[in-house]
């Protein structure tokens, strides 16, 4: 398998809606800047990975056809992948395989997602008719009609998590993580909430929207778009040299789809074990044996702060039953031993699905080299009961 | 054909015109165009079938027993095992007493086919007889359902709707705690069976001359609160196209409180035929919910405030939502 790395990375801004551009501009605006970013040419570029989430935000089937030369990339190989929430991170998946196998000697991988163009007539918003469009990923036999959520079903995951460890997941503890976060989006100038700092008074006291989530426990939905350019080793210090950038070696990846369907050789629905066994799986990969001293930046997928501290579980920075040691014990503060979601996360920064977790990998890449840091995590989730999940390894020699 | 007063699988109040508007970013104009996308089906229900007539037809629910490995999967999404090297699986009637896998999650804002049936629970329920989970929707049978009423290990009763149409959602479940003992062990029990506790109002204490001071001090503090809604662009947004009247019953006095397009306004007194009736003892529940220190949806949840029609959460989010948009607006 040939070493592969990230030579180069741009994001578009994330916001609640552009009006100003469609999917195929932001897919542009990601592209243009990534080649940029990696001093390339796109006639440099040997095919592309497409993260594209959901069909009916584009509005279209297939919505990555009429990118393939909207981004200079025709006649060439194109995959589109869908993963739900997890769709980024199983592009670069997919795109580190590609490239690990020789096929190609650099990849793109873009992340785009339109999603608030949806828009209920009835209650004259587009929120609700943004959670029905995602609703269509629940079972279509079983759960579809009974009113399924991306909330309702992570919800699931949670409070059985919080039947077995009745003390962890404190509400003080939640809010204090989205208040952190609100903070360090502040650094993010592509975040979608930058500028809107809340205090944990603040999250304890917003509304419910699915129990036990309240809205500032929730990630934002997003449009925007995010790239990274992959390359071989070889063709990876060429391209370094000539930017000044280090490359950001992809070292370890794993990922894990667990059963949807839950019970006895089904889902253990108090567990995360698709984050589990990605990361592990991820960390053999990398030669990581001790995950919170070996790693310093982490970029985790925040669908909800309460998902966010049990995938840190899950993933082995603190114990099962103790994610709240992620507060209490200091470790993901300031000054703690990691930096977790220095982008604002998902909660702050913004859910353009398809685009999050390829600008999770825009940020680790951006705060190891800015920071002189040797190893980042990110992380994607996705799915119903939190069934996908997906790790990768980031490393700066 | 069905008749034109058949029910439509989509709803036609959800059915936009035919329409387009112009929105304005940084002095430039971007068309807006009102759309859909639309695909109907005629679904084969295929080797599923058998479960959903049982439902629909004979009020009972089956799951697939592994000839190998014995283990019953409910709802039978199977018909081989695949732990057992596929071998083939047979239908088996399960129990419709169960319970709760997990604490279910309770939805107050729902997706947009779903706002006239919040707050709702969806959780997993473990048949007699079965080894997996079936989701299944989860009310009480006493008024709004909140958390704690329904836990892990509950243990509930599956019901059936009186009108079934061979779907997952011809059943619900209700804790069976809240029913008879000939309830729970009755087969096939339908909803019109249950004694459902009514919305009723809530009555308000007698108004002393204390509660009338404190109640006209209150409703000067909130006019002030409302002001500073209106004055906010944002907030405004929240409830742009958007017209309801409310009365709001406290025990100092009522008041009506409209939302019309964009602004919002209260005045003291009452009104015929509201949209939408509220009752809060303590007129500093509204207050604090507008004011971004305490949340109106919580306070429903705790019985601080009792509304007329669950649909009108969406009324409510949109007030939570006004407060939020003045607390960030006074942060940028």
């Known amino acids: ?397 | 054909m069905s008749q034109k007063t058949a029910e439509k699988v989509i709803p036609l109040e959800a059915i936009p015109d035919v329409g387009s508007e112009m929105v304005a970013v940084e002095g430039r104009e971007y068309l807006v165009v009102n759309d859909a996308m639309f695909t109907f089906f005629k679904r084969a229900m295929g080797e599923l079938t058998p479960f959903f007539l049982a439902l629909r037809d004979e009020k009972r629910i089956l799951g697939c027993r592994c000839t190998k490995c014995g283990l019953v999967r409910v709802p039978p999404f199977v018909t081989r095992c695949p732990d057992c090297g596929f071998a083939p699986t047979e239908l088996v009637e399960v129990g419709d007493v169960g319970h709760m896998l997990a604490t279910p999650p309770v939805t107050y804002f729902a997706n947009s086919l779903f706002q006239q049936q919040v707050p709702f629970g969806r959780g997993r329920v473990v048949l007699a007889g079965a080894d997996t989970a079936m989701s299944v929707n989860c009310y009480t049978t006493r008024g709004i359902l909140v958390p704690g009423i329904i836990e892990k290990g509950t243990e509930v009763k599956v019901v059936f709707r009186s009108r079934r149409r061979g779907e997952i959602t011809d059943i619900f479940c209700v804790p069976t705690a809240e029913l008879q003992p000939d309830q729970v062990a009755k087969k096939g029990l339908e909803e019109t069976e249950i004694d459902w506790e009514r919305g009723q109002e809530p009555p308000l204490p007698a108004v002393t001359p204390e509660d009338e001071a404190l109640f006209r001090e209150l409703v000067a503090r909130l006019k002030a609160i409302v002001r500073e809604l209106n004055a906010c662009e944002r907030a405004r947004r929240d409830i742009a196209n958007w017209w309801r009247t409310i009365l709001v019953k406290t025990r100092g006095g009522s008041l009506v409180m409209k939302i019309a397009d964009g602004e919002l306004s209260v005045e003291e007194g009452t009104v015929p035929s509201p949209d939408l009736v509220m009752v809060i003892p303590e007129l500093e529940v509204l207050l604090n919910g507008l004011a971004y220190r305490g949340s109106l949806t919580q306070a429903i949840m705790t019985r601080r405030l009792w509304i007329s029609k669950n649909p009108e959460f969406t009324t409510v989010f949109k007030l939570e939502r006004m407060a939020r948009s003045l607390a960030r607006s006074k942060k940028a």
């Open chain 1, 1 to 397: 398998m040939r070493k592969v790395g990230i030579v180069g990375a741009a994001v578009t801004p994330f916001r609640a809606k552009w009006f100003e551009k469609t999917y195929y501009e932001l897919a542009q605006m990601a592209t243009a800047g990534a080649l940029q970013d990696a001093g390339m040419d796109v006639d440099d570029v040997g095919g592309v990975v497409y993260g594209i989430y959901n069909d009916i935000f584009q509005r279209a089937c297939i919505p990555e056809h009429p990118l393939q030369c909207i981004i200079g990339l025709e006649n060439k190989f194109g995959l589109r992948v869908s993963n739900g929430g997890a769709t980024g991170a199983y592009a670069m998946s997919a795109a580190h395989a590609y490239v690990a196998a020789g096929r190609f000697d650099t990849m793109l991988v873009l992340g785009v997602e339109k999603a608030t163009d949806c828009f209920d007539f009835q209650s004259m918003s587009a929120t609700p008719e943004v959670i029905k469009t995602i609703g269509w990923s629940g079972d279509s036999f079983f759960e579809q009609k009974l009113g399924w959520t991306a909330s309702d079903s992570y919800a699931e995951v949670v409070l059985a998590y919080m039947d077995e460890h009745p003390g962890d997941l404190k509400p003080e503890v939640t809010a204090e993580i989205s208040a952190q976060l609100s903070i360090q989006a502040r650094d993010n100038e592509y975040a979608q909430r930058r500028f809107d700092q809340v205090t944990r008074e603040e999250v304890l006291n917003s509304r419910i929207v699915v129990y036990p989530f309240k809205e500032l426990e929730i990630c934002v939905y997003s449009e925007g778009a995010a790239a990274v350019i992959l390359a071989e080793e070889e063709t990876a210090r060429a391209i370094s040299r000539n930017t000044g950038q280090p490359v950001i070696w992809i070292t370890g990846v794993g990922e894990a789809n667990e059963p949807s369907f839950a019970g006895k050789n089904h889902k253990t629905m108090h567990r995360i074990l698709s984050h589990h066994l990605a990361a592990k799986r991820a960390y053999e990969m990398a030669g990581i044996r001790d995950p919170l001293e070996e790693i310093d930046v982490v970029e985790l997928h925040d669908a909800f702060v309460h998902q966010l501290e049990i995938s840190m579980a899950e993933m082995g920075f603190v114990p099962l039953g103790q994610a709240d040691s992620l507060v209490e014990e200091g470790i993901m503060m300031p000054g703690g031993k990691l930096l977790v979601n220095p982008c604002g996360g998902l909660i702050y920064s913004g859910h353009a699905v398809g685009a999050s977790n390829i600008m999770s990998a825009w940020s680790a890449r951006r705060e190891l080299i800015r920071r002189g840091l040797r190893r980042a995590l990110v992380h994607g989730t996705g799915s119903t009961v939190a069934q996908y999940g997906v790790v990768l390894i980031l490393e700066q020699e």
